[in-house]
């Protein structure tokens, strides 16, 4: 399921993380289909500063490195990494 305040759809991304030695998370992401422009659209919204990471492709190769790339920057600015560590779930 998606976040609080997230957008709905019946197509996702995942990305996960392993710890070594630890615990898998997991990350959901929308995407969409954008016909007019045909490309495919990836996007998601931190929970407390509501920025948007949004990514592109026309497939979806180029759609999860775009998002890879611009999800990355986010990883490693510490004043959000914690928000974003936030979002992903603990796979059981």
Known sequence: MPMKDQIESSSYMELKMHQDGGSTYVLKIPTFWDAVNNKWIAAIKTPKTK???????????????????KFHDCLTNPEIQDEVFSMFTEVK
């Not at 990514?55 to 999860?64: F, H, I, K, N, V």
Request: glycine share 6%.
């Open 51 to 69: 920025m948007i990471i949004h990514a592109e492709g026309l497939d979806s190769m180029s759609l999860q490195n775009d998002f890879n790339v």
